[in-house]
Nanobody, 122 residues
Framework: VQLQASGGGWVQAGGSLRLSCAAS????????MGWFRQAPGKEREFVAYITWSIGRTDYADSVKGRFTISRDNAKNTMYLQMNSLKPEDTAVYYC????????????????WGQGTQVTVSS
């Protein structure tokens, strides 16, 4: 499975961005996919996940109500709509996949995209 993340960029606080993660290779409708992020000098942290087949989602408390994770089955693509962005959302965002349901736990994901930089200025 190969994952290609895109959509990062620079935005002012309060703005919006939409990240995409295109999956290719031996994917399955049973896959779980997630978004993680890593800010400078910090460990990578969970942002959101989605279980592909049933659309079940969950979010980190820090992004609830501002970020929305979704998927397009026909395009084999996952999205992260990020609204009301804050400077503390600045990080490299990674998408990940595993051949089971989505989970908070980074170590359970087998496949990772290359990361896309999101910078939010105050």
């Amino acid at each position: 499975v190969q994952l290609q993340a895109s959509g990062g960029g620079w935005v002012q606080a309060g703005g919006s961005l939409r990240l995409s993660c295109a999956a290719s290779g031996r994917t399955s409708s049973s896959y779980g996919m997630g978004w993680f992020r890593q800010a400078p000098g910090k460990e990578r942290e969970f942002v959101a996940y989605i279980t592909w087949s049933i659309g079940r989602t969950d979010y980190a408390d820090s992004v609830k109500g501002r970020f929305t994770i979704s998927r397009d089955n026909a395009k084999n693509t996952m999205y992260l709509q990020m609204n009301s962005l804050k400077p503390e959302d600045t990080a490299v965002y990674y998408c990940a996949a595993r051949p089971k349901g989505g989970t908070y736990y980074e170590a359970y994901y087998e496949y990772w995209g290359q990361g896309t930089q999101v910078t939010v200025s105050s």
